[in-house]
Nanobody, 123 residues
Framework: DVQLVESGGGSVQAGGSLNLSCTAASRNTYQSGCMGWFRQATGREREGVAVIPSLGRSAVADFAKCRFTISKDNDKNTLYLNMDSLKPNDTAIYFC?????????????????WGQGTQVTVS
């Protein structure tokens, strides 16, 4: 099994930045295949933010382009989401996920493993 633990959430003013981390506690992230970040705002469905395959280029959702960057450090078994120019409508719980059972694109939320989520609040 893959244990995923997110950190780095918090409260920030509009225009600010946050860096989220997701550490895979029990498995090498490189072996985890596609990994991604998702978010869910109150009253809304979970939506994809960004994904990164084990090999190849990452992809981000349209709303995140030019603001959010996904990356990973295989030596540290850690997935990152760097978020700049945050807006109030970015407020949500952010989840990391590993091992996609579908294509590695932000629109696919079929992942086997999910973290507990970290709250991001932008005011």
């Amino acid at each position: 099994d893959v244990q995923l633990v997110e950190s780095g959430g918090g409260s920030v003013q509009a225009g600010g930045s946050l860096n989220l981390s997701c550490t895979a506690a029990s498995r090498n992230t490189y072996q985890s295949g596609c990994m991604g970040w998702f978010r869910q705002a109150t009253g809304r469905e979970r939506e994809g933010v960004a994904v990164i395959p084990s090999l190849g280029r990452s992809a981000v959702a349209d709303f995140a382009k030019c603001r959010f960057t996904i990356s990973k450090d295989n030596d540290k078994n850690t997935l990152y989401l760097n978020m700049d120019s945050l807006k109030p409508n970015d407020t949500a719980i952010y989840f990391c996920a590993a091992v996609s059972t579908g294509p590695c694109v932000p629109g696919n939320n079929r992942f086997r493993y999910w973290g507990q989520g970290t709250q991001v609040t932008v005011s």
